[in-house]
């Protein structure tokens, strides 16, 4: 099992960037396809982006496709979320999770992910 810490949200002005970290405990990190969600007040929670395990590959949801980028240290156990070009409907909570592939992940309903953290709050102004 892994264990995923979110972090890095914050209040922004609509056109400005943040970026968000993903932080594992235990050893098998590396082995994990690793993906981005989010919920917005009243909504389901939304698959963002994802990456395979050794980050040869990532899908973004169409919503962020060409804003959004994710990428994985491996060595630092960490995922990040590169956020540009925010929007008011970007604003939600941001979680992270882990699944065996990368497919998995696309999923936000599957029992099949683990190590979901508390998430953090990204606010967007306009």
């Known amino acids: 099992q892994v264990q995923l810490a979110e972090s890095g949200g914050g209040l922004v002005q609509a056109g400005d960037s943040l970026r968000l970290s993903c932080a594992a405990s235990?050893?098998?990190?590396?082995?994990?396809?690793i993906a981005w969600y989010r919920q917005a007040p009243g909504k389901e929670r939304e698959w963002v982006a994802g990456i395979t395990y050794n980050g040869g590959a990532t899908r973004y949801a169409d919503s962020v496709k060409g804003r959004f980028t994710i990428s994985r240290d491996n060595a630092k156990n960490t995922v990040y979320l590169q956020m540009n070009n925010l929007k008011p409907e970007d604003a939600a909570v941001y979680y992270c999770a882990a699944a065996m592939d990368l497919r998995t992940t696309m999923d936000p309903t599957t029992s099949q992910l683990s190590g979901w953290g508390q998430g953090t709050q990204v606010t967007v102004s306009s």
């Open positions: 235990g050893r098998v990190f590396s082995s994990y396809a």
